[in-house]
């Protein structure tokens, strides 16, 4: 019989190797993974490298495709923007394979692995935080390893007169073109039970390297987890936006599409393999992987936009979507990437920014035209103040469990800066709720100001909606420092409003402004002033960090 508790604790220890070295890799690597967020938005031969490289830096296409589909739910890619990402990690996921066929199969893993792991776990009892990390990389990269070991422990040889319960797999593999058809499906289904696309490649290998399956029927397995790992992505994209919806069932089309005109030329292309490739059915099969990969992204980049169009045939886009403001992106499984998440933070925070800075446009055209009825827009300012409350909410729980986890110091600073912007930004819908209030009393109390005050009033208005424009720009996940533009417009603001009180006390003390009518003026001039203290704070918070959140 195959021992089967051998192999699930194999598995088991291969899955936790896995995830261990795709943490310490986040947080050695952690800035460099994010600086390749930038290449995701500049075309589809970056888009492509930028997905292959952060897959193999985190060493899983399932966490990539996860954050690409967050990363479009919050509106940080576009539906065509992702797509090149998606193609770069089902390339970049390859590499686990060649790893596992040309170190596990060819050498003692045990000679190895264990000397990994005592490295590691010493390089972990160091002061520095770098070291650390690194160690904690090495742990996993040998726990990966001892896992593999007990995976092929557990795969008996083929031996005459004996049974070992692996019988049943040459019985099925010697249906020609039906058995290719029959483990297509089998490492779909076992890819979707275990999430985790190597981990079925590392049993595949076993398989091969033992005998139990041939090249072609070990492709064909390959081809099979090549569309179960769409899994993930379809997971996270439950709950999220339309765009992140269409980015998972890009994943899922883009791979369907490469096994569906591959499989009539199988057989030729494992006999090209057998001829050319030297090795061995294990690294044979780990070049299938990479090749088969590369010339469908190589194919399939050139069609993006039919394939955009499929996409949104399929999934079509709703007017009430396009204006959604809720951070339900916060849900699509990125507080298992804290090195990577941060930069959700900063874009949600964008967004929370964005809608303050449309509900002060809004005030601004009400105050320009005092004699107009304010209508149903006090309840409209209301309602984006609520939201501003509850993106609060959002931001500071996803930030609180990101704190939870396992992160560098540097992480932990930047989600301690998180907190304290969405508190600024929160104010700061409170003031433009204010803001209309006031509105609605002098509008109410027919209030009347002078041609100067009201020209003085619409100059701070004008400096106010530049800063906080700024400041949305500032917060761009790949922004830089604005701290120079935001101390021009922080005096700016600051003068206007001390030659606000200056004359407007003066008008009052001549009587030539109503003293209510004046302070109602100056209580505007004040909640001015306050936005544009905020938006200097959140300014001076940006450029106290170099790299982008």
Request: proline residues 3%; hydrophobic residues 45%.
């Amino acid at each position: 019989m195959v021992p089967f508790f051998t192999l699930l604790g194999g598995l088991g220890l291969f899955l936790f190797g896995m995830r261990t070295m795709s943490a310490g890799l986040q947080k050695a690597a952690g800035a460099r993974l994010r600086g390749l967020l930038a290449l995701f938005t500049r075309n589809r031969f970056t888009g492509i490298t930028s997905g292959f490289l952060m897959t193999c830096g985190l060493q899983s296409s399932s966490a990539t495709t996860v954050m690409i589909v967050s990363f479009a739910d919050a509106g940080l890619l576009t539906l065509t923007q992702a797509i090149g990402p998606v193609m770069g990690a089902n390339i970049g996921t390859t590499i686990t394979g060649w790893i596992i066929s040309t170190l596990g199969f060819k050498i003692k893993i045990t000679t190895f692995a264990l000397p990994i792991v005592g490295v590691g776990f010493s390089m972990t009892m160091l002061k520095g935080a770098k070291e650390k990390n690194w160690g904690e990389t090495l742990i996993g990269f040998g726990l990966l390893f001892l896992g593999l070991s007990f995976l092929k422990a557990s795969v008996p040889q083929i031996n005459p007169g004996e049974t070992s319960g692996l019988e049943f797999l040459k019985a099925w593999a010697t249906h020609g073109f039906w058995s290719v058809l029959l483990f297509v499906a089998v490492g779909t289904i076992f890819t979707i039970i275990i999430q985790s696309s190597s981990a079925t490649m590392a049993i595949t290998l076993a398989l091969a390297y033992q005998g139990w399956i041939d090249l072609e029927v070990a492709c064909a397995t390959v081809l099979g987890e090549n569309i179960g790992t769409t899994i993930t992505a379809y997971l996270a994209s439950i709950g999220a936006n339309r765009t992140a919806k269409r980015v998972a069932r890009s994943h899922l089309l883009f791979n369907v599409i490469g096994v569906i005109w591959v499989l009539p030329l199988l057989y030729p292309f494992t006999a090209l393999l057998r001829s050319t490739v030297p090795g061995g059915v294990t690294i044979q099969l780990a070049a299938f992987h990479s090749v088969f990969n590369i010339i469908n992204t190589g194919v399939l980049m050139w069609f993006v936009p039919q394939i955009k169009t499929i996409i949104e045939w399929w999934i079509p886009y709703s007017d009430a979507e396009r204006e959604e403001t809720h951070l339900r992106y916060f849900d699509a499984g990125l507080q298992e990437t804290p090195e990577i998440a941060v930069v959700e933070v900063r874009r949600a925070l964008q967004l929370m920014t964005a809608l303050v800075h449309d509900m002060f446009g809004k005030i601004q055209n009400v105050i320009r035209h005092p004699e107009k009825r304010l209508g149903d827009l006090v309840d409209e300012i209301k309602r984006g103040e609520d939201r501003t409350d509850h993106m609060e909410a959002e931001i500071i729980e996803f930030c609180t469990e990101l704190a939870r986890r396992s992160t560098s110091p540097q992480v932990a600073h930047e989600i301690a800066a998180g907190f304290d912007m969405a508190n600024d930004i929160e104010r700061m819908g409170d003031h433009c709720f204010n803001l209309i209030l006031l509105a609605q009393r002098a509008y109410d109390n027919g209030y009347q100001y002078s041609e100067a005050s009201r020209e003085s009033l619409y100059k701070m208005m004008d400096v106010v909606q530049e800063f906080v424009a700024l400041t949305v720009r500032a917060l761009e996940p790949a922004g830089s420092s604005v701290i120079s533009e935001a101390k021009v417009l922080e005096n700016k603001i600051n003068t206007a409003r001390d030659q606000a009180r200056k004359a407007q006390s003066e008008l009052m003390q001549t009587g030539e402004l109503e003293v209510r009518a004046g302070l109602v003026y100056l209580d505007m001039m004040n909640n001015f002033e306050k936005l544009g203290d905020y938006c200097h704070n959140i300014s001076e918070v940006v450029s106290q960090h170099a790299r982008p959140l």
